[in-house]
């Protein structure tokens, strides 16, 4: 077995991209156990729950740009307003939480939509990439806190991946039930959601 320590940096990627952590979990053949940094029960940035649900599929209207991590605060503060503009221009309200849509990593970058579900694709898709996200049985965990605390968020699932002998796979997401034009760092709320392949 491997094991690899999770600091909890603050850039919330680091874990999902390019840490060391994840870096091994996705490219050694043997068991791989991630030790989070510790976090006290209740503090903000603790996991309520690692849990196994179905979700229905999913088709999210967004903006799709090849990322990397330096760059994601500033892509996600210019992409949400113009997508949310441009569903309305075309009468198609959210039927969610923004939601990013991750896949792709390599050399420190990744494609990202960042957008919202829809009931339906719109029309010409109102020059927006669409992302279908399927239906079936997926793996979860609900970050309460800041952003800057999601890597044990991160790294709790990568701990639950490692001992069921799984390894991510290479599309995931993130929605933001609460988020900074909502409430206060303490309460935002993240769900982060692997799809079981």
């Known amino acids: 077995m491997v094991v690899v ?7 919330i990627r680091e874990i999902l991209l390019g840490s060391v952590a994840m870096a091994t979990l996705h490219h050694v053949s043997r068991p791989v156990l991630v030790v989070p940094h510790h976090l006290q ?3 903000p940035g603790a996991t309520d729950r690692i849990e196994i649900t179905f979700v229905p599929a999913q088709v999210v209207a967004g903006i799709r740009e090849r990322v990397a991590p330096a760059d994601l605060e500033a892509f996600f503060a210019r992409t949400i307003p113009v997508v949310a503009a441009a569903l309305t221009r075309v009468g198609a309200a959210p039927a969610g939480p923004p939601t990013a849509v991750y ?3 390599e050399r420190q970058a990744f494609d990202v939509t960042v957008g919202f ?18 239906a ?13 605390s999601l890597p044990a968020t991160y790294a709790a699932l990568a701990s639950w991946f490692a001992g069921h002998a799984r390894t991510p796979p ?3 997401w993130e929605e933001y039930l609460i988020g900074p ?4 760092e303490s309460r935002y709320r993240t769900r982060i959601v692997y799809p079981l392949l």
Not at 136 to 148: D, K
Not at 181 to 184: D, G, K, L
């Open 136 to 148: 079936g049985r997926v793996v979860r965990a609900e970050h309460n806190g800041p952003y800057s």
């Open 5 to 11: 320590g999770s600091r909890g940096c603050s850039a």
């Open 170 to 172: 290479r599309v995931m």
């Open 41 to 43: 029960p209740g503090a």
């Open 117 to 134: 579900p829809v009931e339906s694709e719109p029309p010409d898709a109102a020059g927006l990439s669409i992302e279908h996200l399927p």
């Open 181 to 184: 034009q909502e409430a206060e």
């Open 103 to 105: 896949s792709h990593e």
